[in-house]
């Protein structure tokens, strides 16, 4: 019988990665802290029409990625593929416009999107979510940019490309959306030279068809008229106020014409953060304005804009750029028996060590003491305890300092006292 192994598109985050996670979930923590947003913990499956109809029904997420599955009661229900949708939902359902408006939201956890899996891309992954509800104005559109690079800065992270566009809003959208189609229809390829997925987007979704990736698409939207230029005065004024925030703020931002992102529900700021590092899948993170989101899932109009981020992409974005913020566990002591009988007594040791705050390893194989020396040294232990027949029966314990090779016997009463001192005396 073969072993059974992890579906394809999730992993294992091991001991050696996770501590990473750790410390990247306790800088967006304190981040959000500073930034005035409230964590909320959030359902990993939802009603499918909270998607279908907040991402919207033709996009890749609803059409082909999402994890849809009838359950008992003979409900559609989907593993959530994003957070947005899922945090309005959140704020209609308890009524937070009751609230002192901007309400502003965060949340961390695993999404699931069935996607061809690559570097970077994942069918289960993690998102940090950040949102600002319930205001309108282009300096929330500056402030979610701003944390996000905050959170960046605050990792170490470096050389990140921000880029920015308007996706326009349901006045002014068509109006481009058909000059877009008569400029592709018009082409010397025409509708014909496009790839497929591409052909199958030209009445449905023209818009995407900036974001295609296929050298043909590339090059036959390269001279295409650019939202931009087709935006209706408000969000217009929307798109100079969000620009001229961040040259007051001194954000290194350049426009791109063809960002048009995959979900929907968005309207003027959309915006993505590249590294490098992070070869075909680029972006770190994602995000925009999506003033109709909560009318589209049946609420009232409640303007809202935000980000996430992945978090197996910002590890390895700082894998990549060799950063390592944070620190990996430690072990301050690993205890070594010289014969099985000790072992008992070396576990009530371990214990009294943790009582005094100590990390304390322990080898219970009953392998030869070589073995566990080399286990301590290779687990990074600052002390080495040796017990053995002799030291219980005389009541001490042989401390070894890993540092400096020195050993010495200290009396078994006062053991974990000793090293907590010495320990402190070691890493200041
Ligand atoms: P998104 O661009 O679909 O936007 O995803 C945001 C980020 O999640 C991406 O930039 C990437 O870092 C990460 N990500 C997405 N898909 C995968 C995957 N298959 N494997 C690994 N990482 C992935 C959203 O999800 C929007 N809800 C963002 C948003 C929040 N807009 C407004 N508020």
Redesign the pocket.
Known sequence: MEVIKAPR?TRDVLGDESWKWTHVLDVCRRTADDFGYSEVLLPIFEHTELFSRG?GDTTD?VEK?MYTFTDRGNRSITLR?????S?VRSYLEHDMRRLPQPVKLWSAGP?F?Y?R?QK????????I???ILGVPSPMADLE?IDTSMEIYRRLGLSNLQVLINSVGCPKCRPVYREALKSFIASSPGGVRGLCETCRDRFDRNPLRILDCKIPECKDLTRSAPAMIDSLCDECREHFDGVGRGLDRIGADVRLDNRLV???D??TKTAY??LAGE?GS?N????????DNLAEAIGGPHVP???????????VITLEGQGVYPGKAPETDVCIVTASDDAIMEACALAHELRMSGLAVGSDYTGRGMKAQMKQAASAGARFVCILGGDEIASGVVGVKNMKNGEQVSVPRSGTAAKIALWREEMVE
């Open positions: 598109g991402i997420v990625e593929p994003e957070l947005t949708a945090m999404m999107r996607e899996p970077g891309r994942y069918r289960q992954f993690w998102q979510d950040f949102e979610t992102r995959g979900l529900y968005y993505e953060i992070l899948q972006a770190v993170c994602g995000g925009g304005r999506y809202g804009v935000g980000f996430a981020s992945g978090i197996e992409r910002i």
